[in-house]
């Protein structure tokens, strides 16, 4: 654990890496970026949290099986949302019209209209919940297996 | 030192394939066969309603190989924490 | 079709990351830097996925706020992510696997752990 000031600040940077990485997420269709990239932005922040407080700090907060549920319900939606538009053919794009999530961009450059898309923003969703309790679980399986065995000896 | 000589001849030989093949690709700059991505980068407004044509290439026109991706992802988390498991040796008794 | 200029500077520097990582990977005996040898492969290729779809004078493949008027290839690109991805995932295994080879043999010598029983 190291000293007050590196926790202190730690502690204040935290949201503002977690909302960017969200914003990278929620963003996928109009901005470059999308699930896998957001993802590893939010993971950096569990980096610095997992090098200001020491991996024995945070095993209390982050329990196994609250990851193991988040990445099985990620890759559960991801198919469920292929699933969907099986009428046509296996990755139908089934809400392109209507009101959920449907509406059409004007042809060529515009400013975006976050509405827009269909299928991909709930994509983008599923597999950055994925990506995210994935990384987040091999660190922290990788930072518990080198540092318990100086507290045993 | 023999292995020596071998591992140098093979790297020469793999070495000069590489920058003989970036001979043989496009020039750079000016590809030749481009039908699919001009498909793409026209109708990807109408058909899947989204700004972002990468994105709309890795979940709609191309979703299974992002399937695949996120199998890999899971299987590679799984072996992972298959490896590091802490066991507790009781060494009194085997 | 213009001439071909013989000096495509992104094919030669992929191909030279090929080259030194190929050279890593034969001659070095050290378990970490065969691992970092990988690494360096792995972004030699990214990095020739991403020149083949290049359009001379051409912006990112987005609509929003678009700053030129040609775009480039967009389907190398979606390639090169999943690539990415993929080596991340190699590189945590192969990783593992050496701190459980550090942990069993006690050396981090390719020499030493070839044997197959013990």
Redesign the interface.
Known sequence: MLSKIVRTVANGFIPFIMIFGLYIIAH?????G?G?QGGAVVVSGVVMLLVAFSSQELKKSIRERVLSIM?SSG?LI??IL?FIGIGTV??Y?LL?GTPIF???????????DIW?????PL??FA?GL??IA??T??VL??A???G?EEVEE | MNRQVAGLILLLVLVAFLVWGMYLVHPFGYPDASDMDDYMIENS????????V???V???YR??D??GE?TI??T??TG??LL?R?SKRKENNS | MMEHVPLDFPFIAAALLMGVSLYIIIFKKNLIKLIMGVAMLAAGVNLFLVALGYRAGGG?P?????PKETMVMPVPQALT?TSI?INVAVL?LM??MV?RIYRHTGSLDSEKSRKLKG
Do not use: C, R, W
């Open positions: 996928g269709h109009l901005t470059p999308g896998f990445e890759a991801f198919i292929a296996f990755f794009n392109v449907g509406n059409i961009p004007d042809f060529g450059p515009n400013l975006g827009t898309g269909g299928v991909i994509m983008n597999v994925k990506v994935g990384l679980a091999v399986a990788v518990l297996f080198s318990g | 407004q109408e058909e899947t309603g989204s700004n972002n990468v994105a709309a890795l979940f709609d979703g299974l992002t399937l996120a992802l899971f590679a988390v992972v924490l590091l802490l | 990112a987005i609509y929003t706020g678009v992510l991805v945590a990783l593992t701190i």
